[in-house]
């Protein structure tokens, strides 16, 4: 114990065990070395500590951080004092030099700033390279039809591709809002003491200019004690994620054997223990339920920060580890997904049966009976729906609609519906040159945060 011993003592077992954050400073043990790494080297530019002390200082941080798992066997509140205690035991006294101008509060910011930044881009380039995965397998499945359900019900006919591009459009759309929340992380609290800045003369935007692009923070009690980044960041990927969970569901449901338009690659199988002819879903069924921990540990953050007056508390360092494992887990959901819609194949004879079983062609149909014959809709879907009740299957109703109307669909033909949007071919192609523009407009946006690739952690 470091910092409480002239006050109040040692801590005792029971509250240290409960209060001390060493188990999830683990996440963030890295990112801690080198925000404390980059103050040190402040300190030593102000001449505030002696230049030799301040070099065997950040030799040892250097150590440390190559091996950062030589702090946790200090017994110690957090991350931060074990540094303290760490590099007196190695350098006596000067290590002291380190305490002045820091506070854990800025210094924890930081770190975990850095962190949530760092693992938000790795995010938005796997949606980038996600999206490229959907455009080039959506420009190769144009002509493969697929049914569309909406109530769970059979609806209308679409095809793969304009199926795999509203999951892009989707993409695109998470992609542009949650670039900016990198945008307000990005930012480096660090020198902002505990709640409204210290004495010594550090340079913050200097301090920020390696880890953060020299990008800060400016008020130092938002600084030090504010977590909206966290929330706003966990708001997005929790919303993603309840978003691919619904990708998630359809590749479950329409890979059900009574339905079969999709054959999950096998790797993202598991069989059952008992009942030998069992092949489950059990990738995507943990895409689905990862929505709900993500969403969990939004919840969890907000539930911390809630009420909590402004300025740091020791309740937001509960609100830590949510934050990283959220990221880490949405990260993986996403590769995931995109391996199994890279591998997804679709059943043609599957999905050939249920276009003959459901009159998937009917609202098409009843929309050309009345733009042909200039009759109100209501009526041609009252005429429609009778024939519907009465048609024996649905050849023959075609074949009646045929009779009477002298209207008859090709599948084929009538997804090329001619709104923007819809599987027709020329949407379709369009969507997919936007997009790729879109995307390398974004990655160029993205290498403006490449300061937080260079990480050594
Ligand atoms: N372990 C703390 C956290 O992760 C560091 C900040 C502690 N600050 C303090 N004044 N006790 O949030």
Redesign the pocket.
């Known amino acids: 114990m470091l910092?409480r011993k002239e006050l109040l003592g040692d801590a005792s077992p029971l509250s240290l065990k409960y209060t001390?954050?060493m188990e999830?400073?683990k996440l963030?043990a890295c990112e801690v070395l080198e925000v404390m790494e980059a103050y040190v080297e402040e300190l030593k530019d102000l001449r505030a500590v002696p230049e030799d002390s301040a070099n065997r200082i950040l030799r040892e941080l250097e150590n440390l951080i190559a091996e950062p798992g030589k702090l946790f066997h200090i017994e110690a509140?957090?991350?931060?004092?074990a540094i303290e205690i760490y590099l007196k035991e190695k350098l006596g006294g000067e290590a002291g030099y380190v305490g002045l101008g820091r506070?854990?509060?800025d210094?924890?910011?930081a770190a975990?700033r850095l962190k949530t930044s760092r693992l938000l881009l790795k995010l938005l380039r796997s949606i980038a390279g996600f999206r490229r995965v959907l455009l080039s397998r959506a420009s190769m499945s144009v002509n493969v039809l697929i049914p569309l359900y909406t109530h769970s019900q059979p609806a209308q006919l679409s095809t793969l591709a304009h199926y795999l591009l509203y999951l892009d459009e989707m993409l695109s759309d998470y992609s542009s809002l949650l670039v900016k929340t990198l945008d307000t992380t990005a930012r480096s609290p660090l020198g902002c003491g505990?709640a409204a800045g210290v004495m010594t003369p550090l340079d913050r935007a200097r301090m920020a200019s390696k880890l953060f692009g020299g990008r800060i923070v400016s008020n130092c009690l938002y600084a030090s004690g504010g977590r909206e980044f966290s929330l706003n960041v966990l708001a997005l990927v929790s919303s993603l994620l309840v978003s691919l969970s619904r990708v998630a569901g359809d590749f479950i449901l329409f890979s059900l054997p009574h339905i079969g338009y999709f054959k999950l690659p096998a790797s993202h199988l598991a069989t059952s223990s008992i009942m030998p002819h069992k092949v489950n879903p059990v990738t995507m069924e943990i895409v689905r339920a990862k929505a709900g921990s993500v969403l969990g540990r939004f919840i969890s953050i907000a539930s911390i920060v809630k009420g909590l007056p402004s300025g740091?508390s020791?309740d937001?360092?509960?609100?830590?580890k949510p934050v990283v494992e959220a990221l880490i887990e949405a990260i993986e959901t996403l590769e995931v997904l995109r391996d199994a819609i890279e591998n997804i194949e679709v059943n043609a004879g599957a999905v050939e049966r249920d276009i003959r079983i459901y009159p998937l062609l009917a609202s098409d149909i009843a929309e050309l009976i009345a733009l042909e014959a200039g009759k109100p809709f209501r009526e041609a879907h009252a005429e429609l729906a009778k024939l519907v009740k009465e048609a024996e299957n649905t050849e023959k109703l075609y074949s009646e609609i045929r009779e009477a109307y002298n209207i008859s669909l090709d599948p084929k033909n009538t997804v090329k519906r001619p709104v923007t949007g819809s599987p027709s071919p020329e949407n379709v192609k369009s969507h997919i040159e936007k997009a790729l523009k879109n995307i390398e407009e974004f990655e160029v946006e993205l290498s403006t945060y490449s300061f937080l690739e260079k990480s050594r952690c």
């Open positions: 910092y001390s954050s999830d400073d963030i509140e957090d991350v931060h004092e506070s854990r509060n210094h924890v910011a975990l505990p740091y020791l937001l360092q509960e609100a830590n």
